[in-house]
């Protein structure tokens, strides 16, 4: 058989396995093990399973947060709700704080989206992908286009959040067993920052302000409950329920709770910002690697813009206790001139003229006295 032929036959058979291998996985059965796409959850990772209660097929959620530049993993524990698993530090985004709204603008979407068997893709041309399924409800409602949005392999990104490729082989093996345990779709939420009230507080003058307080809701919801909040969206806003009334019950109140803090954060003076990025950024431990020009990176799309990743500009500036007292301070009782009818001129004048000493009523002059002269 000729070099050309083998060569030929090799790469058709290795289409073949990897076709199989991705219908196989939307079917829900055993990927084949010889292709990346079918690698194992690690072991250290089903003995952190163990450890957390959680059996290795259950379901799981995942959370991006740009500014801290990391991806979540959580898994639902024996006794029903989500507890963290892992964190992997993101290798690469583009783009900006906020949500992707049209095709080109190398946003990272932010939002509430759902991630099934389907748009898992073992074929990708980053090692390994998944479609987060932008455009949602949401974004569809706000004219929002593009197509394609992922979390993949390979250090780089035009509008995706890029894992190096032991991260996604990781990641894709958590999504395909929790999919062989039962679980139809997992929930995928992205986010521009973790959403505690000191971060809200703290971009309060941001122009997305109003669409991530919308975020935040639906962060509530699963801070509080620790179950996968279910999401909707009806005239163009996202909408949350809890499971049950005892869970709508926890999640009002620690709604009320982050309201009143970011209340008291703004009342006590914190100050307002908004951050902004050259084109996206890189979690500080790549960073360092990508200082070093490190192989395993791959190449880093777009590194010249990493040196203006994260910055803070200063919009309202945080007042200090002694400012918060001078603004608080009562106002000083009026000058003469600020009375009606006085003026500059005129008014302490006249208040001279007419004025009439004030003497205490048991005040007595004290006696003239007179001096004799001396006669001797």
């Known amino acids: 058989m000729s070099k050309m032929l083998v060569s030929k036959t090799l790469a058709h058979a290795l289409r073949l396995g990897a076709a199989a291998s991705f219908l196989a996985l939307a079917s829900g059965a055993p990927a084949l093990a010889s292709t990346k796409a079918s690698a194992p959850v690690p072991s250290t990772t089903r003995t952190l399973m163990a450890s957390r209660d959680m059996a290795p097929t259950a379901p799981i959620l995942v959370r991006v947060f740009k500014k801290e530049s990391v991806l979540e993993v959580w898994k639902q524990t024996r006794a029903g709700r989500y507890e963290i698993l892992k964190t992997f530090p993101i290798c690469r985004w583009s783009g900006q704080l906020g949500p992707k709204r049209r095709e080109g603008d190398r946003q990272a979407p932010e939002g509430f989206y759902s991630v099934g068997p389907k748009q ?26 593009g197509a ?165 500009v200063v919009l309202v500036a945080a007042r200090t206790p002694m400012q918060m007292a001078l603004a608080n301070a009562p106002a000083p009782p009026p000058r003469p001139t600020d009375l009606p009818g006085m003026s500059e001129a005129s008014g302490l004048s006249e208040l001279i003229a007419g004025a009439s000493p004030i003497l205490p009523a048991e005040f007595t002059p004290w006696p003239r006295l007179t001096f004799a002269s001396r006669t001797d």
Request: hydrophobic share 40%; net charge negative; aromatic share 12%.
């Open 120 to 145: 898992m893709n073992p074929n990708s041309q980053f090692h390994l992908s998944f479609d987060i399924g932008y455009p949602n409800a949401f974004d569809r409602a706000h004219g929002g286009t």
């Open 148 to 312: 394609y949005l992922m979390v993949h392999g390979q250090c780089t990104s035009s509008g995706c959040y890029a894992m190096t490729d032991a991260q996604i082989e990781e990641v894709y093996a958590l999504a395909r067993e929790a999919f062989a345990g039962g679980q139809r779709a997992f929930q995928f939420q992205a986010f521009p920052f973790r959403m505690t009230a000191e971060n809200i507080a703290r971009h309060r003058s941001d122009a997305n302000i109003a669409f991530w307080r919308q975020l935040k809701v639906g962060y509530d919801h699963f801070e509080a409950t620790r179950s996968e909040p279910r999401v909707s969206v009806a005239a163009g806003r996202y909408a949350f329920e809890a499971g049950d009334e005892k869970a709508m019950a926890n999640v009002l109140a620690y709604r009320e709770t982050e309201e009143q803090r970011i209340a008291k954060l703004v009342e006590d003076g914190a100050a307002s910002v908004r951050t902004t990025y050259a084109d996206g950024g890189m979690n500080a431990i790549f960073r360092a690697l990508a200082a070093k020009s490190e192989p395993k990176l791959g190449v880093v799309s777009r590194p010249e813009a990493l040196a203006f990743a994260g910055k803070e």
